[in-house]
């Protein structure tokens, strides 16, 4: 079994600053990592996913992750946020192979103008 | 290529009443999966179907909840006898295939107030 940790429940930060959401994880097998958004009243949107090769993976929008085995982690970075991306974050996480997303209690990022 | 499709969006019901939920896959998904999100919890996993077939519902409560995938139609959840602890949001996912990785789309969601 997974479990996925979100540590901020909220994050507000002003527009063109830097953000990190973080999310760390248990399993006791091999995971894969997913963050995705979900702006206010729509369904999930899949931002970027870790399966294998380079621990650290983009989305077109300008976020980034990186896989650290070591310390469970999988933060979401922006070096600089839109009013746009203000919205909730959900990290998941399935085993390797399974199709079954466990999700964390997710982030809303605040971006203030 | 129009993405899942649930409907709802929005649903209210008394205490008692059914609920019945519609989920269309994307074109081509024949893997079918429904979330339930709390309020202020993530996503829980309820179920997860094929056409015709049940593969896994160790997520779904054991009583009043049941979910169908028709060989022909929408993937269909049903609430029975509904309570105010059931007031949640529901989203149905869909994946070309099963396998591990493999990208899932979720639906706008059908949101279910029970009153």
């Known amino acids: 079994a997974q479990s996925v940790t979100q540590l901020d429940s909220q994050v507000p930060v002003f527009e063109e600053a830097p953000v990190e959401l973080r999310c760390n994880y248990s399993s006791s097998v091999s995971v894969y990592l997913f963050w995705y958004v979900q702006y206010p009243n729509q369904g999930l949107q899949l931002l970027l996913k870790?399966?294998?090769?380079?621990?650290l993976v983009e989305s077109i929008n300008g976020f980034e992750a990186e896989f650290n085995k070591s310390q469970t982690s999988f933060h979401l970075r922006k070096p600089s946020v839109h009013i746009s991306d203000t919205a909730e974050y959900f990290c998941?996480?399935?085993?390797?192979?399974?199709?079954?997303?466990?999700f964390g209690k997710g982030t809303k990022l605040s971006v203030i103008p | 290529n129009a993405g899942v499709m649930q409907n709802p969006r929005h649903l209210v019901r008394r205490r008692g009443q059914e609920a019945r939920l519609r989920c269309s896959p994307m074109?081509?998904?024949?893997?079918v999966y429904w979330y339930r999100q709390l309020p202020e919890e993530g996503l829980k996993f309820m179920v997860y179907l094929q056409k015709e077939n049940i593969i896994d519902e160790s997520g779904m409560p054991k009583e009043r909840f049941s979910a169908e995938f028709p060989k022909e139609g929408p993937s269909i959840l049903r609430i029975q006898q509904v309570v105010r602890g059931d007031s949640a949001a529901y989203f149905c996912a869909s994946s070309l295939s099963d396998r591990g990785g493999n990208t899932i789309y979720f639906g706008e969601g059908s949101w279910l107030t029970v009153v």
């Open positions: 870790y399966l294998s090769g380079s621990t």
């Open positions: 998941a996480v399935s085993g390797a192979g399974s199709y079954q997303l466990t």
């Open positions: 074109k081509g998904h024949s893997h």
